[in-house]
Structure formats: C-alpha cells, structure tokens
C-alpha cells in the first residue's frame, strides 16, 4: 500500500529541547516536503526537497532543519523548539503527473 | 503576488442538502487546480484535479467547476452525507512543473453536515 507515514503522531515537549519528526514513503517520489497548518492560516511549506542531497527553504523555514540522505526518509528537525512552533505538521510526496501531493497523517506538536 | 480565497470560510448544512464551495485565484501562469478533503486530524486527500482547458470534472458525489477567465473554481456536493464533514482545500499550481514553492494553498472552506 503506498503510503506516507510520520513519527510520532502526537508530541508534547519544553522549550529549548530538540526533537525530530520523521517521514517516510513507500512510493519512491523524488519529491517530498514538509509543512505546518495553523487555524486560519491554512497549509505552510516549511522544506522541500527535490532529491537526495537536495533541499530548500519553503516560506516559513525558520526554527526548523532538514535532511534528505536518502530517498524515502525526509526528516524534520527543531533544534530549539519554541512555543510559537507549536501546531499541525504534515509531510508530503509527490509524484506523477499533476503534482498530485499525498500527505502524511499529520503530528500535532506541542511546545510549553 | 499568488492568492488563493476561499468562501465561505465555514458552512453548516443538513444532511442530503446540497452545497458550493468557492475558490478565487490569482496564481499565473496557471497549471492545475486541485480540491482536496482533510477530514480532522488527517492529511487531506485529493478529489479533483483541473487543467486549464477542463471547465467541470466528477468525482462521485463531487464535481468541480473552473473557469479560467475570471479565475475561479468551485466545488459542488450532491446529496450531502455527515462523512462529507472536512475541511476542503483549494490548491493552485503556478507553471507547468517545478518546486512546491509553486503550490499555493487556500486556507480551506469547513463543511459540517448535521443529521
């Protein structure tokens, strides 16, 4: 079954500690980022990357890092966690054509 | 700069109504416009997608309209059922490939179906 999948789902953590959300796909897309969804704002890229080794900031990158030394993991990285971080983070593929994006189930994350 | 709104922000309707959701842009060069449904706490999934030369696409119970002259697209629900209660995300894709940085999101319409 072809699928996204994050690690964990639901998080809760002090300011200053660091932490690591992990995503995975089976689908072998290229293509995989990470966003943040707050009421009333909708969804916001965080990262995005295009390939192994290959990342860029979407429009809300600051506060956060990630990695893409292989193709089916894209993890996402708070080094210093902040209260304003707190909120829903989706990772997301995408792969043929239409840019059809399939996101992962979500982590609801929460900074104190 | 690239814009997408969406109305109404929130709707409330009765079961086996129906309903329309609105969805104004402003992306360009124009590729594809998608509706997605997020149920609560899950990621959205996608229901339609549209390309500039289609003007109205099914998906069950699901149709999506567009009209790239005035920029505007809209999600119509037949027969509503309390399953269809989500959040449902316009999405505007700029050009005819790239980045996800030429993705631009609605902030969503949310749908509540009552019994």
């Known amino acids: 079954e072809a699928q996204v999948t994050q690690n964990p789902r639901y998080l809760i953590t002090v300011t200053g500690k660091k932490l690591t959300v992990t995503c995975s796909q089976n689908m072998n897309h290229e293509y995989m980022s990470w966003y943040r969804q707050d009421p009333g704002l909708g969804l916001r890229q965080i990262y995005y990357s295009m390939n192994v080794e290959v990342t860029d900031k979407g429009d809300v990158p600051e506060g956060y890092k990630v990695s893409r030394k292989e193709k089916r993991n894209f993890p996402l990285i708070l080094e210093s966690p902040s209260p304003n971080q707190t909120s829903l983070y989706f990772c997301a593929t995408r792969g043929g054509g239409g840019n059809e994006q399939f996101f992962g189930p979500g982590t609801r994350l929460t900074v104190l | ?115």
């Open chain 2, 1 to 115: 700069k690239n814009q997408v709104e969406q109305s109404p922000q929130s709707l409330i309707i009765l079961e086996g109504k129906n309903c329309t959701l609105q969805c104004n842009y402003t992306v360009s060069p124009f590729s594809n416009l998608r509706w997605y449904k997020q149920d609560t706490g899950r990621g959205p999934v996608s229901l339609t997608i549209m390309t500039f030369s289609e003007n109205t696409k099914s998906n069950g119970r699901y149709t999506a309209t567009l009209d790239a002259d005035t920029k505007q697209s809209s999600l119509h629900i037949t027969a509503s059922q309390l399953s269809d209660s989500a959040s449902y995300i316009c999405v505007v894709t700029q050009g005819s490939s790239g980045s996800a940085r030429q993705l631009t999101f609605g902030s969503g319409t949310q749908l509540t179906v009552l019994p």
